[in-house]
């Protein structure tokens, strides 16, 4: 049984009242699970205020930050449906969400709206500042130019974030600041106790968020996420023994994306955890500085970050002649692979029970050294569609190459399996999305016709549910004699190379091609010249060549002078490259 998601904050709310639950990490500024419930009061007052409806739909762009994570949270306990969207979206993207999701408040950092056109943002009637809930743009009804609405800064308590007077065909006077604050000491009769917080009740089955995909294959699509979906993964964390009261979370992946949403922030609420939001671009030195202080118990992952602290700090180290020697001869590698993940932890933080990598597919040869190193790293595999997760299993039972056992919740099948056993992985259960926002062919599309979600994923799965990943349907290729070609593990090996920081391989005129974005940095150090890269690539891909199939033979590499366009999950938009 899946406990109601509104409920979960209600009891979480009261259970944690005194501790801390929010940290924006650059700024310091903490809020108690009881400030958090005391902002999230007043934001629904200005919901009511605002006539904002059951099930209306209210979106939120911007960075990680505590207000963000309120805006959130006040939206789905006032019973509305929440529409996040990537904040690094480009704007005419946002202006098609926001017309799209028939979104008609929102919630938008300072920057961001800047960028945005008020003629383009379709119903939206008010957006409020995600630095402090102040108004940016009100429109009144029956007015054709929006109207802006300003409040007197100074006049804002230093302590909380401010409710602004906003109106809707209101008066003005009506909605102040200072009614506000009346209205919400006579809502709790001037004492606001954790007992008297009651929430508008909505069934887990009801739609309670809608994100928009990135899509690395074409225009993003609304994924119509139930409060039974968000619920159930929140939950999954907690029973697993993931999130306890007290548990430490770092929070750099972008909220607005399911993965960075289930655990890091819902489930951490939920639990009774502290998460620190990391409020800017996440760099590799501020994310160390950030794991150091903080000491987080676990640890959500993208393959990327990984990828970089094994490519710039351990690939140099273990590749050079004397280490290769060293690590061949018995109970010494054991020494020094005890020293390297020793530093590792400690770079971590040193706290955390594991690392759990999802997002996208990890690099071959980095999941062998890990696993080789005994790191505490476990891989899950889930999508937007399911918010997200559908497999999962800790470290110390996770099999390697595998993207962990399909959850109890959910059910698994492989369709149209070759010989291999590889086919498509079609999925059932809890997290499953309602479908796809206003688009009843693309619903359609996505799911057979007994009810199973076509991942788009092909994979396969051994005795104990294990789900093996082989690359994406999408992309498969076929070979001179109808072999299936998966990319994905090609691309792998060309970007261990030198000189290689990243790359994708395609297929024209019925040949494989490299497309590769060269490490300059590299390139610099071994001092070649941009004359140079041409022939040293070369000799990568006959190097590469030597560890593929002959039907996966890769004919040339073509240099790409700039880096690959990509979604903001930072996966390659192949459709533009193919």
């Not at 794991?291 to 970089?308: A, C, R, T, Y």
Request: proline residues 5%.
């Amino acid at each position: 049984m899946v406990d109601n998601f509104v409920r979960m904050f209600e009891d979480s709310f009261r259970h944690n009242w005194n501790e801390p639950c929010f940290t924006d990490y650059e700024s310091g500024k903490t809020l108690t699970y009881a400030q958090v419930a005391e902002q999230v009061e007043k934001l629904h007052i200005v919901f009511d205020k605002c006539g904002i409806e059951k099930n209306g739909n209210i979106a939120l762009i911007g960075r990680n930050s505590t207000n963000w994570a309120i805006a959130y949270i006040a939206t789905i306990t006032y019973g509305a449906v929440i529409v996040p969207i990537l904040h690094d979206f480009h704007a005419k993207d946002v202006h098609h969400i926001l017309r799209h999701s028939d979104s008609k408040f929102l919630f938008s950092s300072e920057i961001i709206w800047d960028h945005l056109d008020e003629n383009e943002i379709g119903e939206v009637r008010v957006v409020l500042s995600l630095t402090d809930f102040s108004p940016l743009l009100v429109r009144v009804p029956d007015t054709e130019q929006p109207s802006v609405i300003a409040y007197d800064q100074e006049q804002a308590p230093q302590t909380e974030p401010f409710m602004p007077p906003i109106g809707l065909g209101l008066c003005l006077d009506d909605i102040s600041r200072e009614n506000i604050n009346k209205a919400f000491e006579e809502k709790f009769n001037g004492i606001f106790h954790k007992d008297l917080i009651r929430y508008n009740y909505k069934d887990n089955d009801e739609l309670a968020s809608i994100n928009y995909t990135s899509g690395t294959t074409g225009y993003s699509k609304g994924v119509m996420t139930s409060g039974r979906a968000l619920a159930s993964n929140a939950k999954f964390g907690i029973d697993e023994g993931l999130i306890k009261p007290g548990s430490r979370f770092v929070a750099f992946l972008p909220l607005a994306h399911a993965y960075g949403c289930a655990w890091d922030f819902l489930g951490s609420v939920c639990g009774g955890g502290h998460t620190w939001f990391i409020t800017r671009v996440p760099t590799p030195k501020l994310l160390m500085k950030a794991f150091d202080e903080v000491k987080p118990n676990n640890i959500q992952s993208v393959p990327l970050i990984i990828e970089k602290i094994y490519k710039k700090q351990i690939l140099p180290i273990i590749s050079k002649p004397t280490m290769n020697w060293v690590l061949s001869v018995r109970y010494l590698d054991e020494l020094v692979l005890k020293q390297i993940r020793k530093q590792l932890v400690a770079a971590f933080g040193g706290e955390f029970e594991q690392i759990i990598i999802g997002g996208a597919a990890i690099n071959a040869e980095v999941e062998a050294f890990f696993e080789k190193l005994k790191f505490p790293f476990t891989i899950g595999y889930g999508m937007t569609e399911t918010a997200p997760l559908v497999s999962y299993a800790h470290w110390t039972k996770f099999v390697p190459q595998s993207c962990g056992r399909i959850l109890k919740c959910m059910e698994a099948r492989i369709a149209n399996p070759n010989k291999e056993g590889v086919g498509e992985i079609e999925i059932k259960g809890d997290h499953v999305m309602l479908g796809y926002y206003k688009n009843e062919e693309a619903t359609r599309a996505s799911f057979t016709e007994d009810g199973w979600l076509k991942t788009g994923d092909l994979g396969f799965l051994d005795a104990n549910q294990n789900l093996f990943i082989k690359g994406r349907s999408k992309t498969m290729l076929l070979g001179p004699s109808g072999q299936n070609i998966y990319p994905e593990a090609i691309e792998d090996k060309l970007n261990n190379m030198p000189y290689v920081l990243e790359s994708i391989v395609v297929q024209r005129d019925g040949k494989l091609v490299a497309l590769v974005y060269p490490d300059m940095d590299a390139v610099d150090a071994a001092g070649f010249t941009q004359a140079d890269l041409p022939q040293e690539l070369d000799h990568v891909r006959k190097e590469v060549n030597q560890q593929l199939a002959s039907f996966e033979q890769i004919s040339k590499i073509v240099v790409q002078t700039q880096e690959f366009q990509k979604t903001p999950k930072n996966s390659i938009k192949r459709y533009l490259y193919s």
